[in-house]
């Protein structure tokens, strides 16, 4: 089921999932499985979470590429900056030292090249 197909039956009033006393499903049942389909469209739920904590320049370009598929990016993004997180790829951009930087440099030195001597 698409995310707003679910989030448009749940505003409606209706519900998702088959319940009642036919089924046995109760309330709990439901929410257990609304997180469950939830969880399934979170890009860091479904990926290896080290992507999003990733050193390597190309595995934080993929966990941002992957959070801009996510139905949370913005308000992922809205607390990460609320929370000054300190680390970390959070609505599709690293934080370091609780700041969004555009790209995270690698440990080490900067390499020398044409471009930086100076
Ligand atoms: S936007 Fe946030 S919740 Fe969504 S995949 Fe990225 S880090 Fe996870």
């Not at 929410?31 to 999003?52: G, K």
Request: charge should be negative.
């Amino acid at each position: 089921m698409r995310l707003t197909t679910l989030l448009d039956t749940l505003d409606s009033g209706g519900s998702a999932i088959q319940s009642g006393a036919a089924t046995g499903y109760t309330l709990e049942d439901e929410r257990a499985q609304f997180d469950r389909v939830i969880s399934e469209l979170i890009p860091c739920r479904v990926n290896d979470s080290e992507l999003w904590f990733a050193e390597q320049g190309a595995q934080v370009e993929q966990a941002k590429a992957l959070c801009r598929s996510c139905p949370l990016m913005e308000g992922c993004l809205a607390g990460a900056i609320d929370r000054a997180e300190p680390w970390g790829v959070w609505g599709g951009q690293v934080f370091i030292d609780g700041v969004v930087v555009a790209t995270k440099r690698g440990r080490g030195r900067p390499r020398k090249d044409a471009t930086h001597a100076a």
